[in-house]
């Protein structure tokens, strides 16, 4: 049973009992991504599973066969950061930083979730396609605590990205 | 976590083989695995169901038949669902956090566990993870706890928002066991404790849920409306799941369900009745609410859920029978 990890395939690991997070950090040395409650109830731990966020502290690593996931070491690094990082610097998306990882990877699934159309529970028509609003950002992101208390900046961080990418595009009026 | 082993059913065969043999069933693993890290479940034998192939959302005459392994996102992001069964898409959206939704599954959601801070800590006496023990929550911290369906021996709510709204829908589970399929009302699935708290529904021993069928839409208003400590995140205080079609001034027909006020979700035919037939106003939701609330019964933190719960009914009745309806 194998898994690719950031691009390269790597064997599961024995113990059933590991979970895809300890697998990450402990086994294939992945440390970006962060252990905060592992009781899926932070978010610092999310990863993405075939383009799709999850918490990695919830599952077990046995069940991955055939999958590919992407943590932080895939998105960006120091040297070339991704749009959402140098967007987290330059608003301040953070303070001592151990949930960021978690929302970069979060923020990411984000995009492509709107992009495909889903609705949240903030989205006024469910069956219609989302506008974007600070509202729906928020709603969004609701699975990533931030103990600082960054929660504005990193929406104007996610804000600034969507606006810049497209096609997506923020309802001024609607957010305010 | 204790040591277990871990196979991989291939098909629903394969599976319903391995549940004959005592292994517990995984899916998402959002809820099991959380219970097994704290040791409240430790199954020694785990088969995960996720390649059974069960995880398609297809058309059941004029109804629709979401597989076992669907995932929350999915079903709430399904164009279908999302016109003609809003209801459940509210229900599913209302609840945990993308990550999560992502994850769990529709089978699973069914099966999700109490939340009760005394099935959690093992240190604390609890007869539906230890029958026999007692119950923590009676003269206990019990805000969340449920006021109607309890026993002596429980009064832990069945927690989740998904299975409200689907026992509102008039939707069924779909099962197969070692004596076949069976179709089982979403209303007969969630068990009340009486005096065996530990079996929170009536699933089999061997029994795989293989999906759930929703039947044809009801072309109704479809609300979902959760009341909760904040906005977002968490599980509900009170919620209400209706479904109500006006004619003529008059509620012409009208489904409500409830969540996180009883023990199991909670339909009571008597409150659809009592509004049937009726010009809508504030005094015929009072009077709906007397018939929800005629056997409610708080245990000290938790009767204030017995005034949440007329508010929640009136509010959610007045934006359903509005003609211009306010967002609220």
């Keep these: 049973m194998h898994a690719r990890v950031n691009g390269t395939e790597h064997p599961l690991p024995h113990d059933s009992r590991r979970t895809l997070l300890d697998w990450l950090r402990e086994d294939l040395g992945l440390t970006g991504t962060k252990k905060g409650c592992d ?10 599973v075939d383009g799709r966020r999850i918490n990695s502290c919830l599952s077990l690593a046995q069940l991955h066969d055939g999958d590919a996931i992407e943590t932080i070491e895939a998105i960006g690094s120091a040297d070339a950061l991704a749009p959402l990082q140098r967007a987290f610097v330059a608003h301040d998306g953070f303070q001592c930083g151990y949930c960021t990882p978690g929302q970069i990877c979060s923020a990411t699934a984000l995009m492509s979730e709107l992009a495909e159309g889903w609705a949240s529970a903030v989205t006024e028509d469910i069956a219609a396609a989302p506008v974007v609003t600070r509202a729906e950002l928020q709603e969004r992101m609701s699975g990533n605590l931030c103990r600082c208390g960054a929660y504005s900046n990193i929406i104007a961080a996610l804000e ?9 595009r923020i309802d001024a009026e609607a957010s305010a | 976590m204790k040591a ?11 599976a319903l083989d391995a549940l004959g043999a005592g292994a517990t069933a995984i899916a998402g693993g959002t809820n099991l695995v959380d219970l097994m890290k704290l040791q409240i479940a430790a199954p020694d034998r785990l088969v995960s169901i996720r390649r059974t192939g069960l995880d398609q959302i297809a058309p059941d005459g004029e109804g629709l038949r979401i597989g076992a392994l669907v995932t929350n996102a999915d079903c709430a992001a399904d164009g279908r669902v999302r016109r003609d069964w809003p209801l459940l898409a509210q229900a599913i959206l209302a609840g945990a956090s993308p990550q999560l939704r992502n994850r769990a599954t529709t089978g699973g959601n069914l099966c999700q566990r109490t939340r009760c801070g005394y099935f959690y800590d093992t240190t ?23 006021v109607l369906g309890t026993s002596d021996a429980c009064i832990a709510t069945y927690p989740g928002d998904m299975a409200v709204a689907l026992l509102a829908l008039d939707a069924e589970v779909l099962t197969q066991g070692p004596d076949g399929e069976r179709t089982i009302p979403v209303g007969q699935f969630h068990r009340q404790p009486g005096d065996d708290p530990s079996r929170d529904n009536t699933l089999l021993p061997g029994e795989l ?40 001034g008059r509620i012409a027909r009208c489904a409500l369900a409830f969540g996180s006020l009883g023990t199991v979700p909670w339909r009571d035919r008597a409150v659809e009745q009592a509004l049937v037939g009726e010009t809508p106003s504030p005094a015929l939701f009072d009077k709906a609410a007397d018939v929800l609330l005629r056997d409610a019964r708080g245990f000290g933190e938790n009767d204030f859920k017995i005034v949440l719960a007329r508010r929640a009914l009136a509010a959610t009745l007045a934006e359903a029978t509005l003609s211009n309806p306010a967002k609220g």
């Design chain 1, 39 to 48: 009781h899926g109830q932070c978010g610092a731990c999310t990863v993405l």
């Design chain 2, 124 to 146: 604390q006496a609890c007869n539906k993870r230890a029958p026999g023990t007692g119950c923590g929550a009676l003269g206990g911290f019990n805000r969340i706890h449920a």
């Design chain 1, 160 to 168: 600034e990205v969507i606006a810049a990418e497209g096609p997506l």
């Design chain 2, 209 to 248: 849920i293989t999906g759930v069928r929703l039947p044809a839409p009801s072309g109704g208003m479809q609300i979902y409306r959760k009341v909760r400590d904040r906005a977002s995140y968490a599980f509900a205080l009170v919620s209400v799941a209706a479904d109500l079609a006006m004619e003529d």
């Design chain 2, 4 to 14: 277990f082993t871990l196979d991989h059913a291939a098909d629903a065969q394969d």
